[in-house]
């Protein structure tokens, strides 16, 4: 910035502070609107969908987590049957959880195991299907 030697150039240079300042001030006002915007909940949860939809192994996520229940429901539900007993349902409940908790964390071991299962059935039946 240069020296000022006069009232008028002293002048000029506080006007043009002013402006620059009342410019900063109004996008100040601007950025926090938006932001306010933003910060609303219907806002925040809009985005959260968004963001969770846009996921590309939603779906794959999904259904583990549906095999993964389903299985550890299934497992209660053959242990426990239709049993009254309150011990045999609390075992029931645990064995549900363990399930469940062991196929949540093995899905990708679970997956090959059967996938090579699968492929295995339908090698030999291509195998028998060829064979004279």
Sequence with gaps: MEKITSV????????LLEDD???KGQLLKE???LTYEGFKPAKLMQSTFKEMVSSP???ENI?????SIATGYL????VVGAS???????????????????VTKNQHKIKAIGHSIFQNLFH???MDSKKP
């Excluded at 008028?8 to 006007?15: E, F, R, T, V, Y």
């Excluded at 259904?63 to 095999?67: F, N, R, V």
């Excluded at 497992?75 to 053959?78: F, L």
């Design 21 to 23: 300042q009342a410019v």
């Design 84 to 102: 009254s007993n309150l011990i045999r349902r609390l075992l029931g409940s645990a064995l549900q959880l363990g399930v469940t908790s062991l």
């Design 75 to 78: 497992a209660k539900r053959v």
């Design 63 to 67: 259904i583990d987590t549906s095999i």
């Design 57 to 59: 192994y939603l779906i």
């Design 8 to 15: 008028s150039g002293l002048k000029n240079a506080i006007q």
């Design 31 to 33: 950025q926090f609107q």
């Design 124 to 126: 030999k039946n291509k």
